[in-house]
C-alpha cells in the first residue's frame, strides 16, 4: 500500500500537534508510521503528564501549550475543542478532519448539525454497510486517520463532523448532510455566528459534483456553484414510517426508533443509501437490526408501574420539545444541567403552554429557567424545583401517574456534575430502576 501523497503533507516541515486527545494519539501514531524518526512537537496543558504523553519516544518533544512558540511551527496539527489564542498565525492550523478530506473527501459521507448527527450518521453507516466496504469515524466511531489504510483500499467513510471537528476546514465530503443549528458552544466560539460558520464548513468547499442534504433555514449557507441541494422535510422526509425521497420511497414496519424526527433521520440514510445501490430489501433489513444508540430516546424500562425514558442526550431546549412530542403518555420530565447562558425562551414557551406536563427543575440551569419563567409570569401548577437529579427521581416516582413516562431529557449540558451525558444517563437509569 501507497502512501506516498500522505508522506509529501509531512515531509520536510516542523509540526506540532497540539492536544493528545484521542485524535492528537492517532495524528502522532500516523505520522510515526511514515516517519519513524521525524522530530515532532506536542502541545499539552501545562498540567499534563509530560512523560506519559512523549512514552519513551526520543523524538517528541513536550511543551506547555500556554508557553509554546507555534509561529515556529510548519504545521499546527490542532485537537477539536482547543480554542486558538490571539497572536497565533492561523493559516498555519490545520486538523485531522481537514487532512483526512483532502485525501478522502470524494469517498466521503459527512453528517453535522447541533442534534441528530450520531443518531443520523450511525443510520448512514448502518445502511451502507449492507452493500458497501464502510468506514463509521469522527465524533462517533474512531478517530478518522486510523481507517486511513481502509480508504487507501478505495473504501467509503461514513463521518459524524461536530463544529470543532469542522471548526479549520478547508475542505468538504462529497455528501454534506447538514441536519439543523440551534444555539450551542457559546462558551467556546463566543457568537452564535461563529459557531454557525464552523459548522457550515461542511459546505463550504464543495464543488459542482457533490451533494447536499439540508434543513430549509440553511439554504444560506449553500455555496452558488452547488445545484444538487436536497431540503430535509421537502425532497426528504418521513411520512409516519415511510421514507420519502426524489426517487424513492419505502414503508419500514419493523423499527425499534422513537418519534418522527429519527424517521426523518431515517429517510436521509435511505436517500444516500440509495446512490450507492443499495436495495430496499436491504434496507429494511439494516433498520430491523439497528439499535438507537444510549441515552438518546431509550426506553430503560419499567418501575412501579412508571416507564422511564432516557434521553441524556438532550442539552438544549428544542431536544427536549422533539422528545415530548416524539413519545405518548409523557406525565415528568427532569429538566436541567451546566448553564452555559443559552436562550431558554422558545423553550419556556412550550413547558408554559403544555400544563399536561409535570417539570421537575435541576441544577443550574433548571432553576435559572424556573426563575426566568417567574419573572415572566409564566409559573403554573406542576413546576417543581429540586436540588440533583436524585432529587428529581425520587420526587418522579411520587408524582408520576401510574402507566405514564418520567422522562430524562435535560436541555443542558451534564459538565458541571457529571463527566459526560453517558454518565448522567447511567445515574438515571440506576435511580430509576433500582429498589
Known amino acids: 500500500m501507497s502512501l506516498a501523497t500522505w508522506k509529501k503533507e509531512f515531509e520536510g516541515k516542523k509540526i506540532v500537534i497540539w492536544g493528545m486527545g484521542r485524535e492528537g494519539r492517532s495524528t502522532l501514531a500516523f505520522i510515526r508510521r511514515l516517519f519513524p524518526d521525524m522530530k515532532i512537537a506536542i502541545a499539552e496543558r501545562s ?60 469517498r466521503t459521507i459527512g453528517i453535522t448539525g447541533t442534534k441528530g448527527k450520531s443518531t443520523t450518521t450511525s443510520l448512514v453507516y448502518a445502511l451502507l454497510k449492507e452493500a458497501c466496504m464502510v468506514n463509521l469515524c469522527g465524533n462517533i466511531g474512531v478517530p478518522c486517520f486510523d481507517v486511513i489504510d481502509d480508504m487507501e483500499k478505495g473504501e467509503l467513510a461514513c463521518f459524524e463532523l461536530s463544529c470543532h471537528q469542522l471548526e479549520y476546514c478547508t475542505h468538504s465530503p462529497h455528501i454534506a448532510v447538514f441536519l439543523n443549528l440551534y444555539e450551542e458552544h457559546l462558551d467556546h466560539y463566543g457568537t452564535f455566528e461563529k459557531y454557525a460558520e464552523a459548522k457550515a464548513n461542511i459546505l463550504k468547499y464543495q464543488d459542482e459534483d457533490d451533494i447536499a442534504i439540508i434543513h430549509p433555514d440553511l439554504k444560506c449557507y449553500i455555496q452558488p456553484w452547488n445545484e ?94 422533539k422528545a415530548v412530542e416524539a413519545l405518548d403518555y409523557v406525565d415528568t420530565v427532569l429538566v436541567g444541567g451546566m448553564d452555559r447562558g443559552i436562550s431558554y425562551d422558545m423553550f419556556e414557551e412550550f413547558l408554559y403552554e403544555r400544563n399536561d406536563l409535570q417539570i ?37 416516582k411520587k408524582i408520576t401517574k401510574p402507566g405514564h413516562i418520567c422522562l430524562l431529557s435535560p436541555a443542558a449540558s451534564s459538565y458541571d456534575h457529571f463527566k459526560n451525558f453517558e454518565e448522567r444517563g447511567e445515574v438515571f437509569t440506576r435511580l430509576a430502576l433500582e429498589k
Open 228 to 321: 444538487r441541494v436536497y431540503t430535509i422535510g421537502k425532497d426528504i422526509y418521513a411520512d409516519g414510517t415511510t421514507l420519502i425521497g426524489p426517487e424513492h420511497t419505502l414503508a419500514i414496519r419493523e423499527s425499534r426508533l422513537i418519534g418522527a424526527h429519527n424517521f426523518e433521520n431515517l429517510a436521509i440514510a435511505y436517500f444516500i443509501s440509495t446512490l450507492y445501490g443499495v436495495t430496499n430489501t436491504q434496507v429494511k433489513e439494516a433498520v430491523k437490526k439497528f439499535r438507537p444508540l444510549p441515552h438518546r430516546l431509550a426506553y430503560i424500562g419499567e418501575k412501579d408501574g412508571i416507564r422511564y425514558v432516557n434521553d441524556s442526550i438532550s442539552t438544549i431546549g428544542e431536544t427536549c420539545i
Open 360 to 396: 421537575i427543575f435541576m441544577y443550574a440551569s433548571g432553576k435559572r429557567i424556573y426563575h426566568e419563567m417567574q419573572e415572566k409570569h409564566l409559573l403554573r401548577e406542576g413546576l417543581f424545583m429540586v436540588e440533583d437529579l436524585a432529587e428529581a427521581v425520587h420526587l418522579a
Open 47 to 106: 498540567d499534563a503528564d509530560f512523560e506519559a504523553i512523549r512514552n519513551g519516544d526520543a523524538n517528541v518533544e513536550v511543551f506547555a501549550d500556554d508557553t509554546f512558540d507555534f509561529n515556529a511551527c510548519d504545521m499546527i496539527i490542532k485537537s477539536p475543542g482547543i480554542v486558538v489564542r490571539d497572536g497565533i498565525d492561523t493559516s498555519k492550523i490545520t486538523e485531522e478532519t481537514d487532512l483526512f478530506l483532502k485525501h478522502y473527501g470524494k
